[in-house]
């Protein structure tokens, strides 16, 4: 079975600075996909960055990145430049497609804060 | 709609006691998916409906959950006798069969509350 861990529970950091949200999984597939959420308190799931496990290059969107390493499982999210409207839970998730089935696994989340 | 609605937005209710979740997902996305999220955690897969169909039914916890879609737009999931446990964010989220079925999106979710 699938699973996914973020092994921080909560981080801080100030406006403009650089922070890196980690990710961890575990799986024996070879061909899947891995997404960044976030969830402000509003509640809403945003999509924030997503990686198709097949792609070597790491995904990039704006200020959002990753650094996808296959071989160790590991797939975090790097916030540049910091904005106090980032303050949210984020959430790592794995995606195995189960024929049309496109479920997700989520990580427990990482409580970011961005201080001003 | 322009996104995934979900009502009520909060309910409150007491043991032993039915409910109804209410998701009505973005018009023409055929996959439906329903989620629950623990308080600290996030969240879990409970079932799929691809059109009109359970799909998979897999995550539901027990026979008091139920979920149904009857004309492959908006989903009810309904509980039996509630227990405390069953305290949580309800999730549901939509997707495009066939176009990018790799983005779901998200409605804000109910927040249950059995008393």
């Known amino acids: 079975a699938q699973t996914v861990t973020q092994s921080q529970p909560e981080m801080s950091v100030q406006e403009a600075e650089t922070v890196t949200l980690s990710c961890t999984y575990d799986t024996s597939e070879n061909n899947y996909y891995l997404f960044w959420y976030k969830q402000p308190p509003s509640r809403q799931m945003i999509l924030v960055i997503r990686q198709e496990a097949y792609k070597q290059q790491n995904a990039t969107e704006n200020r959002f990145s990753v650094n996808f390493q296959k071989a160790a499982k590991s797939f975090s999210l790097k916030i540049s430049d910091s904005q106090l409207g980032d303050t949210a839970m984020y959430f790592c998730a794995f995606m195995k497609p189960l024929g049309s089935n496109y479920q997700l696994i989520w990580g427990a989340g990482t409580k970011l804060i961005i201080k001003p | 709609g322009a996104g995934v609605s979900q009502t009520p937005s909060n309910k409150v209710t007491e043991k032993g006691k039915y409910v109804e979740l209410r998701c009505d997902p973005i018009s023409g996305h055929t996959a439906l998916y329903w989620y629950r999220q623990s308080l600290g955690q996030g969240p879990e897969f409970l079932i799929y409906?691809?059109?009109?169909?359970?799909?998979?039914d897999s995550g539901l916890p027990n026979d008091r959950f139920f979920a149904v879609r009857p004309e492959g737009s908006v989903s009810t999931l309904k509980i039996q006798r509630t227990e405390r446990g069953d305290s949580a964010v309800y999730l549901c989220?939509?997707?495009?069969?066939?176009?990018?079925?790799?983005?779901?999106?998200f409605g804000p979710g109910t927040r249950l509350t059995v008393l």
């Open positions: 409906f691809q059109g009109t169909g359970a799909a998979d």
């Open positions: 989220a939509s997707s495009v069969q066939g176009g990018d079925p790799n983005e779901q999106f």
